[in-house]
């Protein structure tokens, strides 16, 4: 009723708010269309078991802001071993990059990826997971060691002195007779100085007469 005076009286702001009314109706629908209906999901592969994914508008590829509900499925080749359903988690520092917290084990596995919220989104790929080599034991403390002895070269030791010789004794008949030689030998040197003084004597007093 109130629109239809507004017309009747071909007001200026009767007409401005019939046209907001419709442009916002109008717009709604243009803003909920604006990136689609579906998500695309991506599974790159894994991360130290972890299964990573990119996550994006199917539209115009721009990031998902809203938090995204997930699933993660994984299945062995031959179908005898399942991990999952697991929820994705966004990584930090991303806005397209989504994670799961937890491990898969090493092997090959076909995993898939069914988004919800905000939007329908299917993804899966074949991944494997390595195995990791147990950590290597801790190294032993080194054990020192000592070093060898350096051979010096040997010195001869320092010559002793020769021990003093002990006198020769002498028979008690040789002294005897070296002693006698010596008293004969003595006496007779007397007696020759005995002469000679005599002699001299004699020519002295031959020389005063």
Known sequence: ?????????????????????????????????????????????????????????ENDGDAVDEAVAATVNATSPDGSRSMGPW????????????????????????????VGFPALGHGEAEISVPAVDPSPPAPRPATPTTPAPVPTAATDPAP?????????????????????????????????VGAAVGLLVRRARARRR
């Open 1 to 57: 009723m109130r629109i239809h005076r507004l017309f009747r009286a071909g007001t200026g702001p009767g007409l401005l708010l019939i046209f907001l009314l419709f442009a916002q109706v109008l717009a709604l629908p243009a803003t909920a269309q604006a990136h689609g209906d579906t998500v695309k999901v991506v599974v790159t592969g894994q991360r130290d078991g972890h299964v990573t994914t990119e996550i994006t508008w």
């Open 87 to 114: 929820p994705l988690v966004r990584d930090p520092g991303s806005r397209t990059s989504w994670s799961t917290s937890e491990v898969l084990t090493p092997g090959t596995w076909k995993v898939t990826v069914d």
């Open 160 to 192: 002793s002195a020769p021990a003093p010789s002990a006198p020769t004794s002498i028979p008690a008949g040789d002294r005897v007779d070296r002693t006698a030689e010596w008293t004969v030998a003595g006496l007779a040197g007397f007696a020759l």
